[in-house]
């Protein structure tokens, strides 16, 4: 990982700190959508401190400059920031949050800035309270983005790429039916439409998929749905004309940037109306029933152009939560691409033993993940990977979303373990898996450590739970082994997986993060199951499933609550050289021995012409 130079990137922002009149500047990772992936022209984080990992905010003073990011990316953070940079470790002990550190540096009334487009609302509120207190003057919002500026000609454009409809044999349920049960639903809370920000969920609303950020099937939009009305904001040179035919006279298409211009007139004519003159009673009445909704995710520039915080509801999103539960097509989509993208990895797998062991050949990290890639692409329905393959090798494996490139990355050693992070977005369904493999002989530690993680893993796989429990309350089942012996990991152990759509998807998902908290699990919920160990400088372990939340029947119901459990969909065999069978249980056993002939009954047909890999599968699922 390169080292950039940012010295001349931080005089060129700051001088135009000093034209805007702010003392201390923000520059989030997220785009207007606040899109955890982002296309190139959004990576402004990126640009300013030279750090490519997709979590994380700077924040440059005329004097300093921190970056702060969470544990995934210490390690490559630590190596990406040149000395112009502070890291702030997010998540240990003592070290300021960003908004702390922010907040501190505007004492003895300094302004601090940002873009109010790249920001939610809510953050910008908290924040401005930190800012308050600690004797700055104020958050203030910069219009034009000042990173843009100093970017200038190298910004790369904004992607025009088409968008294509997903039919209804692929998403179980025509747009139409989508925006009649949203509009039910606007009309439980009398409320006067929503404003829909976030990529994925316009996306799925509508039934359409694009291909504007790398490895995401989106496109850049917005849209507004009211009680009469349904308005997509997109470039319309993006369209076919069986995108337009699709839509039909149901849907209004507006330019992608008038969407401020029109949540502005809907402000004005909310408060027009809101001004009726009537009796304080129905006033409030009238009010409470006129008001729009965004989401908590929605940006700061949104909530401000349609009158602020008093002339909006902001609620989790009632498209993110409706997306998250999949229906009956959608589901079994994921089963049947989960057993094609199953029988890639072991077909990959059995290649890179025989390449690395019995030809001797030696391969860097990204040609190997080239040829997964290639592999998948031969897999019917195949449409793009679903995010950077994570191939890592040895102490590399360790930096918990390493990102291999040509020219920067390691060859492949045979004697150490090797982590392969993937996943792939097809017509009917995206996937997620990580392996983590030794072709050599693994010591103690290696067999001890993956061995305890694969206990979380089952854990979690096979947990019965009352309806109403939410994922943060079910984290302690996958981390309960390693904790046993005073270890842990710092990501969560799982999240939320889009249907031919985001590989990360909100608002469900298992962890520590007090968003969790928020949301209980239902059936139809897709999430990842991914618990892991790392030993910085030395090796890395990481097991990962997708599980699909579903009703079980249980012998008793107190409460005469409904009971949930988990269907596992991923079909990629455990490594068997770093099991420690003496480690598990004899249900433990079972279950692994149970899932492994799950595997060769599913993907087995794959092979009938392959016997590498035949031969691979049949001893990776030996009986334990």
């Not at 785009?31 to 990992?53: K, L, N, T, V, W």
């Not at 968008?163 to 439980?188: C, M, S």
């Not at 316009?202 to 291909?211: Q, S």
């Not at 918990?400 to 982590?419: F, M, Q, T």
Request: with cysteine.
């Amino acid at each position: 990982m390169e080292t950039v130079d940012t010295t001349e990137r931080l005089k060129g922002l700051r001088n135009l700190m000093k034209k805007n009149e702010i003392d201390v500047y923000i520059v989030p990772s997220e785009d207007s959508h606040q899109s955890e992936y982002i296309a190139p022209c959004d990576a402004r984080r990126e640009y300013i401190c030279g750090f490519s990992g997709s979590a994380g905010t700077a924040v440059v003073t005329h004097e300093k400059a921190a970056l702060a990011t969470d544990g995934r990316y210490f390690n490559q953070a630590s190596q990406q920031l040149d000395s112009n940079w502070e890291l702030l470790r997010q998540g240990i002990e003592e070290v300021p949050t960003w908004q702390e550190w922010t907040a501190d540096q505007s004492e003895q009334n300094k302004t601090v800035g940002v873009d109010p487009t790249v920001i939610t609302a809510p953050d910008a509120r908290k924040l401005a309270e930190k800012i308050k207190k600690q004797g700055g003057a104020g958050l203030k919002g910069i219009k034009t983005n000042l990173v843009d500026i100093i970017w200038d000609d190298k910004r790369p454009f904004r992607p025009q790429e088409k968008i294509k409809t997903h039919p209804v044999e692929l998403a179980g349920k025509k747009f139409e039916e989508k925006i009649d049960d949203l509009r039910k639903e606007l009309e439980k809370k009398k409320s006067a439409g929503l404003i829909v920000s976030m990529l994925d969920e316009v996306a799925w609303l509508y039934n359409l998929r694009g291909n504007d950020i790398p490895y995401n099937p989106v496109f850049f939009s917005y849209a507004i749905i009211t009680p009469d009305t349904a308005s997509l904001y997109v470039e319309s040179k993006k369209f076919n004309p069986d995108v337009l035919s699709h839509l039909g006279d149901k849907v209004q298409v507006r330019p992608y940037d008038a969407i401020l211009e029109d949540v502005t007139m809907l402000g004005t004519e909310l408060s027009g109306k809101m001004k009726v003159d009537t009796n304080a009673a129905d006033k409030e009445a009238e009010a409470t029933k006129r008001k729009y909704m965004i989401s908590t995710k929605a940006s700061w520039a949104l909530s401000l152009e349609l009158g602020g915080e008093e002339k909006v509801d902001e609620l989790r999103s009632l498209v993110g939560d409706a997306k998250a539960i999949k229906n009956q097509t959608e589901l079994e989509g994921m089963r049947a691409c989960h057993v094609r993208d199953g029988a890639a990895l072991s077909e990959y797998f059995a290649w890179l033993e025989e390449e690395l062991i019995e030809k001797g050949a030696k391969l860097d990290e990204v040609q190997a993940a080239d040829k997964l890639e290639q592999i998948r692409s031969t897999k019917d329905k195949f449409s793009g990977l679903s995010f950077d393959t994570i191939s890592s090798t040895g102490a590399n494996a360790a930096v918990i979303h390493y990102k291999p490139e040509p020219g920067n990355c390691s060859v492949i050693d045979p004697k150490a373990i090797y982590l392969c992070d993937s996943g792939a977005q097809y017509l009917d369904g995206t996937t997620d898996t990580t392996r983590t493999l030794h072709l050599g002989t693994p010591t103690d530690l290696e067999r001890k450590s993956y061995t305890l993680v694969l206990k979380g893993v089952i854990a979690l796989d096979t947990a019965v739970f009352p309806k109403g429990t939410s994922g943060f309350q079910l984290d302690t089942l996958a981390r309960q082994f390693l904790w046993r012996e005073g270890l842990d990991y710092r990501h969560g152990t799982g999240h939320g997986v889009g249907s031919y759509l985001n590989v990360h998807e909100g608002p469900v998902g298992v962890g520590t993060r007090v968003a969790y908290s928020e949301v209980a699990l239902s059936p139809g919920n897709v999430i990842s199951d991914e618990p892991g160990y790392y030993e910085d400088g030395s090796f890395g372990i990481r097991i990962e499933n997708i599980i699909m939340a579903k009703e079980v029947e249980t012998k008793h119901r107190f409460g005469d609550k409904q009971y949930l459990g988990f269907e596992h969909v991923t079909m990629v065999p455990y490594c068997r050289k770093l099991i420690e069978t003496a480690l598990l249980t004899e249900r433990e056993k079972e279950w692994v021995n149970g899932y492994h002939a799950e595997i060769m009954e599913k993907t087995g047909a794959f092979f009938e012409k392959d016997e590498r890999t035949m031969k691979w599968l049949k001893r990776e699922c030996v009986k334990l």
